[in-house]
């Protein structure tokens, strides 16, 4: 999760965020270089006394001109266009979660199940245990297998939410009485937090999102503790 004064994301959890990062670091190198560039020339015209006729009315210089940035925007949108697609595909996924949004908590069910469901609460600050975030912890996670393709189906009841767990790379719109899909596979074991990222209210700073990665294992014994607690 973030830290205070942290400059750059959150570490990746999840294949897409991973690609997400690359991207970043690939597209700030290439505004770094313009930048650079830019500055240089800025620096140079206001520095020198000297001028050249032939750089003021050049053909050369001005097909380098254009050509140049339509390379550059070429550089930028086939890996662009590429990540967009891979976090649109879904396939064959293990797992379907549908997440609700209300004011102001989050529900969620299996759908893979016959009735597993619940409500997810923020702790509030007085009950907090050692270790436990302000803001952040929830009183129910949803788990998920870890290393496994899962689907989760975002809506809301009542007004625009929106589900979003940085370090996987997820941000999706719930709107009542429409279902958004996205799909996610966490790469390691962890808890990842999230918040409503869409203005829903009084409450909206006080429904947060924690997804926690287990092995498999772990998760059948979860899912039955829970199956038999309802």
């Known amino acids: ?5 942290q400059l750059g994301f959150q570490d990746a959890a999840s294949p897409v ?4 990062l690359h991207f970043h670091d690939h597209a ?9 560039l830019v500055l240089y020339i800025i620096a140079a015209m206001v520095t020198t006394k000297l001028t050249n006729k032939f750089l003021l009315d050049s053909q050369e210089i001005e097909i380098i001109w254009t050509v140049l940035p339509a390379i550059v925007l070429i550089l930028i949108a ?9 976090m649109d595909e879904i396939n064959d996924p293990h797992l379907t979660i549908k997440a609700i949004g209300h004011q102001w908590y989050w529900s969620y069910e299996y759908t893979d199940y016959e009735d597993l469901g619940f409500d997810s609460y923020m702790v509030p600050a007085q009950d907090l245990a050692p270790g436990q975030f302000r803001l952040l912890e ?8 870890v290393e496994s393709p899962i689907r989760v189906l975002v809506t809301a009841e009542d007004v ?10 997820i941000k999706t719109d719930a709107v009542p009485g429409r279902l958004n899909q996205t799909a996610f ?4 074991p962890g ?12 409450n909206h700073s006080f429904m947060p999102i924690v997804v926690e990665s287990v092995p498999l294992e772990y998760f059948e014994d979860w899912s039955a503790l829970l199956l038999l607690d309802l």
């Open 138 to 145: 929830a009183d129910h996670r949803m788990v998920v297998p």
């Open 185 to 188: 596979i966490t790469s390691r």
């Open 17 to 20: 965020m991973e690609e997400l």
């Open 28 to 36: 700030l190198m290439i505004v770094f270089l313009i930048s650079t």
């Open 78 to 86: 086939l890996p662009s266009l590429r990540i967009l697609y891979l």
């Open 1 to 5: 999760m973030a830290h205070p004064s």
């Open 160 to 169: 625009l939410h929106s589900w979003a767990v940085p370090s996987l790379g």
């Open 191 to 202: 808890i990842f937090y999230g918040q409503c990222s869409e203005i829903c209210g009084a």
